[in-house]
């Protein structure tokens, strides 16, 4: 940490330790520049020479090298001096010192004398919080929340940092001292929002791990107290005392540079002290990827890389999340924000990446057409072909950095496309799969687990294909291909009470099955697609026309594997989502990627905890 300031300069109040981090270079062993006196001492042990004393209208420059000590010193009359952590300036005969400080290392700690906390990398506080009949979510054309001077929701909380600062008891003994902050020596237009916390800790985003809302809501009570941009703006009075001063800030626009907090006595700049902070949209924290469709239902066989990262991740982890169905642009985007940031607070230092599929949607301006959900489905299928591509190639990047270390977590419909990811995927590049309120057939896993539906097509998704024993499974072999298989289920989800309405409608309008109910055998029974127009009709045959009969034509004998109680095998660990709260309500399906991080804390750092995952 660097600091500056002017005046008068006793480093003979510097610590030995203090004193050896200051080279000089041997000509300045004694030297008078207009009459003014310099002395510098000399370490035999280390062959380091230190400053001794210096007058008060000349100042010394001292850069830190990478290994922690300090460059060659060099000497020039001006108003300027930069110095290593830990020194401390003069004003008349009192000592004088101001520090700044940021959680830089994520290890939930703020201290002073620790460089790495002497920076921080933070998202832009862009998206806009709402809270509808108490249900807390994005919302979408709406103002951003760095754009008002409060806090409306608890969502919010999770968008801001802390900015602690320490103000030396000497200077309340000082008559007219006043505190300025400004953006110095930056790029682009960083500019922050500052807050005046409640506690020095993270409660206010964790709530003590209780669900207490206390130290959060108290937090939603502050206003801002300044925006500070380029501009030297004061510190408003009051809020900076001897001591530690505790403080919350949001990003309000990109950019990098170095803040100080600037003192001045009487008009005149006494000490600089800052932090360097690097903001950019939460977009670029991630890796994003995507397939689109390539002509009706068709999706294309590879991947998209949706944007530049900018941010560089600090462990050997991957974790790649794939949404569900009836998903805008816009929520796909917002979904994988709200994710790497509540990843990034349970102490996640890898790298999170979000695969899209084109699922249809649902809404104004949707497409409407019959069938929105199975053409969904039958997308997914299709993409678990170019998800299962992107593993491999995330499996191999960088020198096979994330090779058996890749964690994949699907919500809802995109079990479907992590699920056939994995079958097809080359083993044991995934090391945990988390099925999280998936929508997708329990017998696609285990034909034990019993039978919730009668069908008039044959079970060819618990024995693929014939319906019938010794056929497995369709997706049984995953089990064996991942070392540890993951399901997070609702017995009373909402979304999936819909998916058991949507399954025995099959077959759909158009599709066919005639033959035995029980035993399917090809050639003699026969699923087959024969819409109302002529000459449309064909067979549907395995294997290649698998997806299409899953989609349209196949009822699903059993519940699906994020609503079933019991157990399903293949699955290591299986929890009972309704431990952490949720319940029958729509939002509850997705509650994870919504709500409040409080709220969903538990959630999280299970995952965390479940995928083997780095916390703090």
């Not at 020596?185 to 916390?197: D, M, S, V, W």
């Not at 670029?284 to 590879?302: L, P, W």
Request: glycine share 6%; net charge negative.
């Amino acid at each position: 940490m660097r600091k500056t300031f002017t005046g008068a300069t006793d480093l003979r109040r510097l610590t030995p330790r203090e004193k050896s981090r200051i080279e000089l270079s041997a000509p300045f062993k004694t030297e008078k520049f207009r009459n003014l006196s310099i002395e510098v001492g000399y370490s035999s042990s280390d062959s380091i020479f230190y400053l001794i004393e210096i007058d008060c209208r000349l100042c010394c420059r001292i850069v830190p090298t990478s290994k922690g000590g300090v460059e060659k010193g060099v000497f020039w009359e001006g108003i300027t001096y930069e110095k290593s952590m830990g020194c401390k300036g003069v004003y008349g005969e009192s000592v004088i010192d101001v520090d700044m400080a940021v959680d830089g290392n994520r290890d939930n700690e703020i201290k002073f004398d620790d460089p790495e906390d002497a920076s921080e990398v933070f998202w832009v506080n862009d998206d806009s919080d709402v809270v509808n009949d108490g249900e807390e979510d994005d919302g979408v054309g709406l103002a951003n929340d760095c754009d008002d001077d409060t806090i409306n929701v608890r969502r919010d909380l999770e968008d801001f940092s802390r900015l602690h600062i320490k103000i030396d008891s000497s200077l309340t003994n000082i008559s007219n001292v006043k505190y300025y902050l400004q953006f110095k020596n930056y790029t682009g237009f960083p500019k922050i929002n500052l807050f005046e916390a409640v506690y020095s800790d993270l409660d206010y985003l964790n709530g003590h791990e209780q669900m207490d809302y206390t130290d959060a809501d108290m937090l939603m009570q502050k206003t801002k107290i300044m925006t500070i941009d380029n501009i030297e703006r004061e510190v408003p009075t009051g809020m900076l005392n001897a001591g530690n001063n505790y403080f919350v800030y949001e990003g309000k626009s990109e950019g990098k540079g170095q803040l100080p907090l600037i003192v001045k006595i009487d008009n005149k700049v006494i000490l600089e002290n800052n932090i360097d902070l690097d903001l950019f949209n939460c977009v670029f924290f991630y890796k994003y990827y995507y397939t689109q469709i390539e002509s009706g239902d068709t999706v294309e066989k590879s991947y998209r890389d949706g944007h530049a990262q900018m941010y560089t991740p600090e462990s050997d982890e991957l974790l790649v999340l794939v949404h569900g169905w009836n998903m805008t642009a816009a929520d796909k985007v917002l979904w994988a924000d709200t994710t790497f940031k509540r990843l990034y607070w349970q102490g996640y230092k890898g790298q999170f990446v979000m695969f899209s599929w084109p699922t249809l949607e649902l809404g104004f301006n949707a497409d409407l057409t019959p069938w929105n959900y199975d053409r969904s489905e039958f997308r997914a299928w299709q993409s678990a072909q170019v998800l299962a591509d992107l593993l491999e190639y995330l499996s191999n990047i960088e020198g096979g950095r994330y090779r058996g270390k890749i964690r994949l977590i699907a919500h809802s419909m995109g079990n479907i496309v992590a699920g056939e990811a994995l079958r097809i995927v080359t083993s044991n590049t995934v090391s945990h799969y988390v099925a999280s309120q998936a929508a997708i057939s329990s017998h696609m896993y285990d034909s034990s687990v019993p039978n919730a539906f009668t069908s008039p097509t044959p079970n060819v998704i618990a024995h693929y294909f014939s319906g019938a024993t010794p056929d497995i499974p369709y997706l049984d072999s995953n089990r064996n291909r991942v070392s540890k298989m993951i399901r997070y289920f609702n017995p009373d989800d909402w979304a999936l009470d819909w998916w058991i309405d949507n399954n025995i409608r099959k077959p759909d309008v158009s599709y066919h099955y005639t033959g035995n109910a029980t035993l399917y055998q090809q050639g003699t029974d026969r699923f087959y697609y024969d819409s109302v127009f002529p000459y449309d009709e064909r067979d549907l045959l395995f294997p290649n026309d698998r997806f299409e009969i899953f989609s349209f034509a196949a009822r699903s004998y059993a519940r699906a594997i994020g609503q079933y109680q019991g157990t399903v095998n293949g699955f290591q660990e299986e929890f009972d989502l309704r431990d952490f709260g949720y319940d029958g309500a729509h939002y509850s399906h997705s509650r994870q990627f919504r709500s409040n991080i409080i709220d969903e804390w538990a959630y999280w750092k299970k995952l965390m905890i479940d995928c083997g995952l780095g916390r703090n």
